[in-house]
């Protein structure tokens, strides 16, 4: 069984940074499109960014220029390093991963099989 356990959330003020982590178990090889979704109190569950299988990255919008993704296919682990943050940043930060290769990566959750429980970001002023 596929799992996905992100860590790395917390309280931080603005202009701080994060590193999280999502470790993946249940899997003999990390080749797929992984990312990270979030999702603010009120909000429709939105993509931050995703990572194909090599390791090229792709970013939202409102994710360029303070975010970077990457991935370790050894250790089957799966980061985003947000810099600056900002309040707005605030909310619950979802590791994903899908079952099959597609390419680009998806920016639906739909098309995302796997799912880590939520890690939580809280940025203040």
């Known amino acids: 069984q596929v799992q996905l356990v992100e860590s790395g959330g917390g309280s931080a003020q603005a202009g701080g940074a994060l590193r999280l982590s999502c470790s993946i178990s249940?899997?003999?090889?990390?080749?797929?499109?992984m990312g990270w979704f979030r999702q603010a109190p009120g909000q429709e569950r939105e993509v931050v960014a995703n990572?194909?299988?090599?390791?090229?990255?792709t970013y939202a919008d409102s994710a360029k220029g303070r975010f970077s993704i990457s991935r370790d296919n050894t250790n089957y682990t799966l980061y985003l390093q947000i810099n600056n943050l900002k309040p707005e940043d605030t909310a619950t930060y979802y590791c994903v991963g899908a079952a099959t290769r597609f390419a680009p990566c998806s920016t639906r959750p739909g098309d995302y099989d796997y799912w880590g429980q939520g890690t939580q970001v809280t940025v203040s002023s």
């Open positions: 990572i194909d299988g090599p390791g090229n990255p």
């Open positions: 249940g899997v003999t090889h990390m080749s797929t499109c």
